[in-house]
């Protein structure tokens, strides 16, 4: 069963223009989510986290949004640029009270130069 | 480095071979978390340690699986008699505290033929 899911697992994008990857998750009880970047050959790092008492949180070119009531969340990515080509992860905590995060399978960006 | 650091990189093993990994998470780090990630899967999270003690062992796949953290710092994930299914990236990433975003190592590619 899985809690968190990135139904697409690549997307193309022009240079320039903006990205929006997409997660959705099952789980009323999450309460805390993030995203991560990972480059080939290396561990994810983490890119931008949003908590459940917000919508949005905006950090330089990114910006995710949350919608609750359709336990969905995005990343936006504004504009693309070529270095931003990677698997993007988005994950979700289980709760307050524990340090569990589920991960989704990931969507591979590939900006256009 | 002040990173995550994970030995070895790579490991080939006999099917039925014991192999130990190792995390060296970032100083000062008290939470450390072991994942693996299979080919076309996303991170499955296996255990989490807050200083020595796991208090959540619930992703270790079988009783073939085992960790163990000493001084609050370095981890050691253990397989024991391993499986061809057990090839996958493990990954390590440790964090200040469940507040904070976890910082990944850049994993360990276990191949079990």
């Known amino acids: 069963d899985q809690q968190v899911k990135q139904n697409s697992p690549s997307l193309s994008v022009q240079e320039g223009r903006i990205s929006i990857l997409n997660c959705d998750y099952t789980?009323?009880?999450?309460?805390?989510f993030l995203w991560y970047k990972k480059y080939p050959a290396e561990g994810p790092t983490f890119l931008i986290s949003?908590?459940?008492?917000?919508d949005k949180n905006e950090d330089g070119r990114f910006t995710v949004f949350l919608n609750k009531s359709a336990k969905h969340l995005s990343l936006h990515i504004v504009p693309s640029q070529p270095g931003d080509s990677a698997v993007y992860f988005c994950?979700?905590?289980?709760?307050?009270?524990?340090?569990?995060?589920?991960f989704g399978t990931g969507t591979r960006l590939k900006v256009l130069a | 480095g002040a990173g995550v650091s994970q030995s070895p990189s790579n490991k080939v093993t006999e099917k039925g071979k014991d192999v130990e990994l190792r995390c060296d998470p970032i100083?000062?780090?008290?939470?450390l978390y072991w994942y693996r990630q299979s080919l076309g899967q996303g991170l499955e999270f296996l255990i989490y340690?807050?200083?020595?003690?796991?208090?959540?062992k619930s992703g270790l796949p079988s009783d073939r699986f085992s960790a163990e953290r000493t001084g609050g710092s370095v981890s050691t994930l253990t397989i024991q008699r391993t499986q061809q299914e057990d090839s996958a990236v493990y990954l390590c990433?440790?964090?200040?505290?469940?507040?904070?975003?976890?910082?990944f190592g850049p994993g360990t590619r276990l191949t079990v033929t």
């Open positions: 990433a440790s964090s200040f505290g469940r507040y904070y975003e976890q910082y």
């Open positions: 340690f807050q200083g020595n003690s796991a208090p959540d």
């Open positions: 789980n009323s009880m999450f309460d805390y």
């Open positions: 100083s000062g780090h008290t939470a």
């Open positions: 949003i908590s459940s008492i917000k």
């Open positions: 994950a979700a905590r289980s709760g307050s009270g524990t340090y569990k995060y589920i």
